[in-house]
């Protein structure tokens, strides 16, 4: 039960603060353009650079205040490095740009639209909301994945196995009692 809450206040906390991230993102490339802001180079990188590294500092801020509350034995060095690691990747992937998208744009681009702000773009030469989608959807297994590896689910659905069958048996019995007739 102490896991479950713990799983649900950074799962709650990652997804405030993607939001928020992806809000101020809006508000810099969307709304103030409507009070004359005009797109230069020079003000947009270092936008983007400052932008990336309250990324990378909440990532390791998230595995950090983890290890801290944590009782520092091996597994919760792995999770603490886990949850850096998958904010890292959540950023990579562009979790912030497909946020800004559905929650405050209301939906994706088209398809023929460049993603030109993605670093992508200026390394494959295009990036599209395919791609980005195709992008974020490998990233997102690659997180599922190391969280698997982490929490041993393997072992957890050994155990939950017998915990299944007996509940099927009980339950199919039950079926065969009131029908008459038996499940196989």
Request: proline fraction near 2%; include cysteine.
């Amino acid at each position: 039960m102490k896991i479950t809450w713990k799983v649900f206040g950074v799962s709650v906390l990652v997804f405030l603060f993607f939001s928020l991230m992806s809000r101020i993102d809006f508000i810099v490339h969307s709304t103030l353009y409507n009070y004359g802001l005009q797109f230069s180079y020079q003000w947009a990188n270092e936008y983007w650079i400052v932008y990336c590294i309250v990324f990378f500092i909440f990532s390791l801020l998230i595995g950090f205040v983890y290890w801290l509350g944590s009782n520092k034995n091996e597994r919760d060095r792995k999770v603490s490095i886990a949850l850096t690691v998958s904010m890292s990747l959540l950023a990579l992937a562009g979790t912030a740009d497909i946020m800004v998208f559905v929650l405050w744009v209301g939906r994706l681009p088209p398809e023929n639209i460049m993603w030109w702000w993605a670093p992508w773009y200026h390394v494959f030469g295009v990036w599209t909301t395919f791609t980005q989608l195709v992008f974020a959807s490998i990233i997102f297994m690659v997180i599922a994945f190391i969280w698997v590896q982490i929490l041993n689910v393997g072992t957890w659905i050994k155990q939950l196995l017998p915990t299944y069958k007996i509940v099927h048996d009980a339950v199919g019995t039950a079926d065969q009692e009131s029908t008459g007739f038996k499940n196989d």
